[in-house]
């Protein structure tokens, strides 16, 4: 213990607390003081009488009679145990509400063990899959009091994934957080194959093209191409085989109707385990079919005209890397090509709703 002046800076006296935690600075005079308490090792700060917890320092005044029970709360931090559920392979992307049953462990210095029935907090999430508690998807430093792992789901889970890992800690009677701690579900088999990247470019009115591209493919059977109008009911309007260490793959779907269009990959292993892509939206606006490009191929600067002010322009690599965008002010965009090798780009139209209307090759040459 630190008794200090008014200024809280300089030492007028110390004190060690004895077995009970008590400690005084006798002989003292009238005045304003401030008293502060160094905790020991493992021990943190918690509350004082004067409600100044954050440093450890209370500003006391004495009169004429001396004071006492100048208090404070100190307290070591919770404990959280490392916890592991091996699950059996998943056969889709999903893990669903009941699957898991490893309860939360821990314990604390003062209050004893802790374990579900005790407040948790999430201090990080998975970066290969979406947490669900209860049906809603998990947020970073979200509290859960009465933890009930059957509760827990998981979606979105990633290719070739194994495991998924988030952390989690107690918060204790007083407050105070622990170290966190892992919470691992895991299982032998990965799901099929590693989606590089997925794109979906509508041509003109024309076409819709789908292009991905794989990795991992152990085991690999087929993808399914399904298509939904409405983003929530989907068909299967394509199959293609996978074929071996081919890892590009390409679908057309031509004349598709106005409107908006949604499509996502359900990739199939050969033992029927399967993992969805991501939905890719794509509108089809026929509206756009007097839209010019030109020169085209170029080997410097392109012209866009007949686009509105307000639109946006988006120029793409093959595998959907965005290189460079540009706002419509009037009716027409030039984009200077001269800085990038040659070889095939695309071009995106997105209106002022930030909708994707319109699509076209552009090549580049010497």
């Known amino acids: 213990m630190t008794l200090y002046a008014a200024n809280g800076t300089t030492v007028l006296a110390t004190a060690t ?75 889709s992307a999903v893990i669903p509400a009941g699957t898991i049953s490893q309860d939360v462990e821990g314990s604390d210095p003062e209050d004893g063990s802790l374990g579900n029935a005790n407040t ?3 201090t990080q999430l998975p970066t290969n899959a979406v947490v669900l508690y209860n049906g809603l998807a998990v947020t970073l430093n979200q509290q859960i009091t009465g933890f009930d792992p059957s509760l827990l789901s998981y979606s979105d889970i990633a290719s070739g994934t194994t495991s998924i890992v988030f952390n989690y800690t107690f918060i ?51 993808f399914e191409v399904e298509e939904s109008r409405d983003g929530a009911s989907y068909q299967k309007i394509a199959i293609l ?3 071996d260490n081919v890892t590009s793959y390409v679908y057309k779907q031509t004349n598709p109707a106005p409107g908006k269009h949604y499509y996502r990959l359900k990739m199939l292993d050969i033992d029927s385990r399967y993992s969805y892509s991501r939905v890719l939206p ?38 959907g890397r965005i290189l460079t965008t540009r706002e419509v002010k009037g009716h027409q ?9 040659n070889g095939t780009y695309y071009i995106n139209l997105i209106d002022r709703d930030r909708k994707k209307k319109y699509w076209t090759k552009v090549i580049k040459v010497k």
Not at 333 to 341: F, K, P, Q, S
């Open 333 to 341: 965009v030039e984009i200077d090509l001269t800085a990038y090798t």
């Open 120 to 122: 948790i907090v999430i």
């Open 282 to 319: 794509v509108m089809i606006d026929c509206k756009n079919k007097d839209i010019e490009v030109f020169p085209n191929p170029t080997n410097s600067r392109i012209t866009i005209r007949e686009l509105s002010d307000g639109d946006q322009i988006q120029l793409l690599t093959p595998e």
């Open 17 to 91: 607390t004895d077995a009970n935690g008590n400690y005084s600075f006798p002989g003292q005079i009238p005045g304003n003081y401030v008293v502060g308490v160094a905790p020991p090792a493992g021990y943190q700060h918690v509350s004082s009488t004067d409600a100044t917890p954050g440093n450890g320092l209370t500003s006391v005044t004495i009169t004429t009679t001396a004071i006492t029970d100048i208090n404070f709360g100190i307290e070591r931090p919770p404990v959280s145990n490392s916890q592991t559920q091996t699950i059996g392979s998943p056969t």
């Open 241 to 243: 085989q996978y074929t």
């Open 172 to 222: 204790d009677a007083a407050g105070l957080q622990g170290v966190p701690a892992t919470y691992t579900v895991n299982w032998t088999t990965p799901l099929p194959l590693t989606l590089l990247h997925f794109v979906a470019l509508p041509n003109e009115c024309n076409e819709i093209l789908l292009k991905w591209a794989i990795a991992d493919a152990i085991g690999f059977d087929r």
